[in-house]
């Protein structure tokens, strides 16, 4: 895992506004955000951590989106340019829409198909998010 560089970009001005600003730094992620399970479109159930082995080795950018999120549906075209300019470098968009029917609604009104999704069928507080 020291190979992969992992770039957040939190596109979620508002989220990010909300919660606390952490009381240290961190340089990885805990063994319980490793664990946090997410689902593809498809419905089918996958951890953190065998996303990021998928990547591994690779240039890694996490964007946090939703479509009742002003602020990521404005930072959408931005992601995208980023995506275009750096194509050695893989783009993973996780959702933080409030149900199933949201986020496959959301894919398919913002263009976001033909992009790597998941979706925190938990909630956006959850271990990776926390």
């Known amino acids: 895992m020291k190979q992969i560089m992992i770039f957040v970009m939190m596109s979620i001005f ?3 506004c909300a919660q606390k600003a952490p ?3 961190k340089t990885q992620f805990s063994k319980e955000a490793l664990r946090q399970k997410l689902e593809d479109e498809n419905g089918k159930k ?15 950018v996490i964007d946090f ?8 549906l ?9 995506e275009r300019n750096n194509p050695d470098v893989d783009f993973v968009f996780f959702s933080l829409e409030r149900s199933k029917e949201k986020f496959d609604s959301s894919l398919e009104r913002f ?3 033909d992009k790597e999704n998941y979706w925190f069928s ?3 507080k959850n271990d990776f998010n926390n």
């Open 111 to 113: 263009n976001m198909k």
């Open 23 to 25: 009381q240290e730094n």
């Open 74 to 82: 404005l930072a959408l075209p931005k992601a995208e340019e980023l």
């Open 122 to 124: 938990v909630g956006w």
């Open 14 to 16: 508002t989220l990010a």
């Open 46 to 60: 996958i951890s953190v951590q065998e996303i990021l082995d998928q990547h591994k080795g690779k240039v890694l």
């Open 65 to 72: 989106w939703a479509g009742w999120c002003r602020d990521c």
